[in-house]
């Protein structure tokens, strides 16, 4: 009882030590930028960025397919017709993707997954990004 402070103190630490892991938009299951990168190579995966027109013009990852997230659900068979490849969903910081991927299992994309951190990941990884 007589280290209560000290106790408070480890586990505000410990804390703050896991805070930048909460903020960074990483998922369990989602992808870092390397791992994408190979999907893409290797795989032949498909990147829809499910950010809205505008924003998919200031930036996105080279080659990938624009979606606003309002307009997946009816475009997304008709852009993406192999369901079978690897499909990697990116926007911003990756809070749309997320929520984009639940709408892409629905339809039967199984291999459908989210960029972690978003375009933010992949610009801090030094990865190519082209404008509109």
């Known amino acids: ?3 209560w402070m000290l106790i408070a103190v480890a586990f505000a630490s410990g804390a703050l030590l896991m805070w ?3 903020t960074r938009g990483m998922r369990v299951g989602s992808l870092t930028p390397n791992a994408a990168v190979q999907l893409i190579n290797r795989e032949k995966a498909v990147v829809v960025d499910v950010s809205e ?5 200031g930036g996105h990852i080279v080659g990938s397919k624009n979606i606003p997230l309002g307009q997946f659900e009816e475009k997304l068979p008709d852009v993406v017709k192999n369901k079978a490849l690897p499909l990697i969903l990116v926007c911003p910081v990756g809070a749309r993707a997320n929520r984009a991927l639940a709408m892409a299992k629905k339809l039967g994309y199984e291999q459908a997954q989210v960029l972690g951190g978003g375009l933010n990941a992949w610009k801090e990884a030094s990865l190519p990004v082209e404008k509109a």
Do not use: W
């Open 1 to 3: 009882m007589d280290n």
């Open 20 to 22: 930048p892991m909460v």
């Open 53 to 57: 027109t505008e924003e998919f013009a």
